[in-house]
């Protein structure tokens, strides 16, 4: 996010927060009740807003999670692509080596 993206937003959290000011107001509530209710509503939208990040961040969908594992992607793809067939084949051998070892059941007794 840019920086005048993000003034943007706080900027139309403001705006936001005084249209529902007078949208209280219309609706009958005095000064100090509007601008309690109005408080809420924005608290609300702030903890929803503040709940998505959280839920990003814990499952590791934000932007730069999914810049770095394309990067990683890209990067393995190249390094792939300039092997040799030979060498691609031992590391294919060298991968199928690791799975059959990983599957196998690990004996104590042996």
Avoid: C, H
């Avoid at 920086?3 to 705006?15: E, K």
């Avoid at 609706?27 to 609300?44: E, H, K, P, R, Y």
């Avoid at 190249?78 to 030979?86: H, I």
């Amino acid at each position: 996010m840019r920086r005048i993206d993000a003034i943007a937003i706080v900027f139309a959290f403001f705006v936001f927060g005084g249209i529902a000011f007078w949208l209280f107001r219309i609706s009958g509530l005095d000064a100090t009740n509007a601008g309690v209710w109005s408080q809420v509503v924005l608290v609300g939208v702030l903890l929803a807003w503040v709940s998505t990040y959280i839920f990003r961040a814990i499952t590791q969908t934000m932007t730069y999670n999914q810049q770095l594992e394309d990067y990683q992607k890209a990067f393995l793809t190249k390094q792939l692509e300039a092997m040799s067939p030979e060498e691609r084949e031992k590391l294919l051998a060298e991968v199928e080596a690791e799975k059959n070892l990983a599957q196998s059941p690990t004996d104590p007794k042996t």
